[in-house]
C-alpha cells in the first residue's frame, strides 16, 4: 500500500473583500498530485503554515479547524477504502472525484 499525503495552504493571492483567502487541500501518492479546495476561508493573519491550522481561538476558528480535521479523514478513509477494494490499480485514483 502507498502512503497518501495532505497538505493544507492558503492562496493568498485570492482574497476576497473581506480579506480572506481560500484554503485548499494537496493531496500526494507517489508523484501524482490532486489539488481541492476546502471550501473554507481564513483571514492571512490566523493562518499557521507550520501546524496547518487556524490559530483562532474563537468558536468560528475552533470550527474551521474541526472541518480541516474531518476533511483530511474523509480523505484517508476514501483512500483506505480504494486499497481494500482494489490495490494493484491505482491509476484512477487522482481521476476520481470526492
Not at 77 to 85: P, Q, R, T
Request: hydrophobic share 35%; with cysteine; proline share 3%.
Amino acid at each position: 500500500m502507498h502512503r497518501i499525503k495532505t497538505y493544507f495552504y492558503i492562496l493568498k493571492n485570492r482574497a476576497n473583500a473581506i480579506g480572506e483567502v481560500p484554503i485548499c487541500c494537496r493531496i500526494s501518492m507517489k508523484s501524482a498530485r490532486s489539488v481541492l479546495s476546502t471550501g473554507l476561508k481564513v483571514h492571512p493573519n490566523q493562518w499557521n503554515q507550520v501546524r496547518q491550522q487556524i490559530e483562532d481561538l474563537s468558536v468560528f476558528g475552533n470550527q474551521k479547524n474541526r472541518k480541516l480535521e474531518q476533511f483530511q479523514a474523509h480523505i484517508y478513509m476514501y483512500h483506505s477504502k480504494l486499497m481494500d477494494c482494489n490495490p494493484s490499480d491505482q491509476s484512477g485514483l487522482f481521476s476520481v472525484k470526492f
